[in-house]
C-alpha cells in the first residue's frame, strides 16, 4: 500500500484518473440502482400480490397520465402512484 501511495505521489495524472473513474462510476451506478430498487420494489414488496405496472410487454416504460386514467375508468383500482 505505501508502494502505491508513493507511486500516486510521483504521478499526479493517475490520481486525476482515479478520482475521475471513481465519480463517473458512483455518478452511474447510483441512478441504475435506484431504477433497480423500483422495479424489484414491483415485483416484491410488501403487497406485491395487488400491484400491477401498466407498460408495453417486455419494458418498464408507461405514459405519464396513464394512472390517473386508469383509476377514473376502472373502478377497481384504489391508487394510483408515479413512480
Given amino acids: 500500500m505505501l508502494?502505491?501511495?508513493r507511486f500516486l505521489s510521483n504521478n499526479k495524472f493517475y490520481i486525476i484518473v482515479e478520482i475521475v473513474g471513481i465519480s463517473l462510476a458512483i455518478?452511474?451506478?447510483i441512478p441504475f440502482l435506484s431504477l433497480l430498487a423500483d422495479k424489484?420494489?414491483?415485483d416484491?414488496?410488501?403487497?406485491?400480490?395487488?400491484i400491477?405496472?401498466?407498460?408495453?410487454?417486455?419494458?418498464?416504460?408507461?405514459?405519464l397520465g396513464l394512472g390517473?386514467?386508469?383509476?377514473?375508468?376502472?373502478?377497481?383500482?384504489?391508487?394510483y402512484d408515479f413512480v
Fill in 3 to 5: 508502494t502505491f501511495f
Fill in 27 to 29: 455518478a452511474f451506478s
Fill in 40 to 42: 424489484w420494489d414491483i
Fill in 44 to 50: 416484491h414488496g410488501r403487497d406485491y400480490k395487488h
Fill in 52 to 63: 400491477y405496472a401498466v407498460c408495453p410487454e417486455g419494458t418498464f416504460e408507461t405514459t
Fill in 68 to 79: 390517473k386514467v386508469l383509476k377514473e375508468t376502472i373502478p377497481e383500482i384504489e391508487r
